[in-house]
Each structure stands twice: as C-alpha cells, then as structure tokens.
C-alpha cells in the first residue's frame, strides 16, 4: 500500500502568492515523522520543515509552514509568498521509529513572474 | 567540511567502463543510503546500510555494487552498466532510530551510460 501520497504532480503560482502541496500518508504507527524535502533543478535534496506525531503545534520554519491533519493523515505544506526560486520539486516523507524514510512521488511547482 | 559529499557530481561512462561512485558524511551518523532517481519516476532506495553492514538491496542488479569501509564513506562501484542505468544518484546518511531525524542528502552524482 502506498505509505505517502502526493496527487499533484505539477502545480503552478504567481510569484508572492502562497500555495498548498498536499500530502497524505498511511501508517498504523501512533510515532511517526513527516518531512518535506525540495529538490531543485541541481539535484540536491534539500530538507525543508519536520512534523512529529505528538506535536500539537503546527511545525513553522521561516515561510515553509505544515498543515497537519492528523485525524486526516494529512500533512499539507504551504509556502507563503512564493518567490522564482521556489520553483522545484518537492517531496513528502514520512519515518516510522526504525523504519526507512518512505517518499512520495513528489510535486512539480513552478513560480511564475 | 559537514554535511554529505558526493563525488563526482557528473559522470559520463561507456558500457564497459568500471567507474565507482564516492559519498562522505561528517555528521556522526550511523546509516547510509544510496537512492536512484530516473526521469519522471520516483525515488528508489538501491541500498541500506546500518553501522557499516547491509541491511537492504531491493533487487539491485550485481553490476552495482556498494561498499561501506566505515560509517563516514560510502561507494557505489559501477561496471557494464546499461543505458537505463542513467540516472542521478543520491547518497544520505541518518541516525538509524529516531523517527524525528531525517536523512541528509548529498547534491547526487548525475550518471550517463553511452
């Protein structure tokens, strides 16, 4: 079974608008942690923001803020005010305990000027 | 130097080349992955390895083959690759518990295969 789930492959936002790249995931663990990764054009993976199971608190670093639903199993990433650098790749991840980072299959997103 | 180095960063190599691919971590760490990523598909783990052994390879052909001398290198040596082996491959490293810690990747080795 598919463990995360991203169903936008590509996504599109006019520059300094925020947008919303969704993620839901399936586990029957109470521990677990969600990430987001970005990946430029370049390649390399870039960790962005972390949620874990337990936090009541939406997870916040700098305009990268995560909606968590976990009623929802969902983990939403929100970019606020876009910028043209923000244009990547971006993955959603999850860590059960010992367990692998699974990955989804990612988002496309492109910031238009 | 921190954080996760990969070399070389491209490579180009002919069919009956052997070529190793080389991943540094100075983070502490005590996993390493190798990953592979292909145009338009998702990420696929190659190789697990877990306080210097190997604990994972998911059905990777032999003409990869991983190597792990100790918990801050890893290789990946290549020979009689094929073309649809050209991909970017990506090295990270992680604590092995701890759901709260993720994997640091390197910047990836970019494989042609002519």
């Known amino acids: 079974a598919q463990k995360i789930t991203q169903t936008q492959p590509g996504m599109f936002v006019q520059e300094k608008e925020a947008v919303t790249l969704d993620c839901t995931y399936d586990t029957s663990d109470q521990s677990y942690g969600l990430f987001w990764y970005k990946q430029p054009s370049s390649g390399e993976m870039i960790f962005l923001i972390y949620q874990g199971s337990y936090d009541e608190q939406n997870a916040t670093e700098g305009r990268y803020s995560l909606n968590f639903q976990k009623a929802r199993k969902s983990a939403n990433l929100v970019i606020s005010a876009s910028q043209l650098g923000d244009s990547a790749m971006y993955f959603c991840a999850m860590r059960e305990g010992r367990g692998k980072l699974v990955f989804g299959a990612g988002t496309i997103l492109r910031v238009k000027s | 130097e921190t954080g996760v180095t990969q070399t070389p960063r491209h490579l180009v190599m002919g069919m009956t080349n052997k070529k190793s691919l080389k991943c540094e971590q100075h983070?502490?760490?005590?996993?390493m992955y190798w990953y592979k990523q292909s145009a338009k598909k998702p990420l696929e783990l190659m190789f697990v390895y877990s306080l210097e052994e190997r604990v994972e390879n998911n059905s990777v052909p032999s003409r990869f083959s991983p190597e792990c001398p100790n918990s801050s290198h890893l290789f990946l040596h290549l020979h009689t690759l094929q073309p649809e082996d050209s991909a970017l491959y990506l090295c990270?490293?992680?604590?092995?518990?701890?759901?709260?810690?993720?994997?640091?990747f390197g910047s990836g080795t970019r494989l042609t295969v002519v």
């Open positions: 983070l502490g760490h005590n996993a």
């Open positions: 990270a490293s992680s604590q092995i518990q701890g759901l709260y810690y993720g994997y640091t």
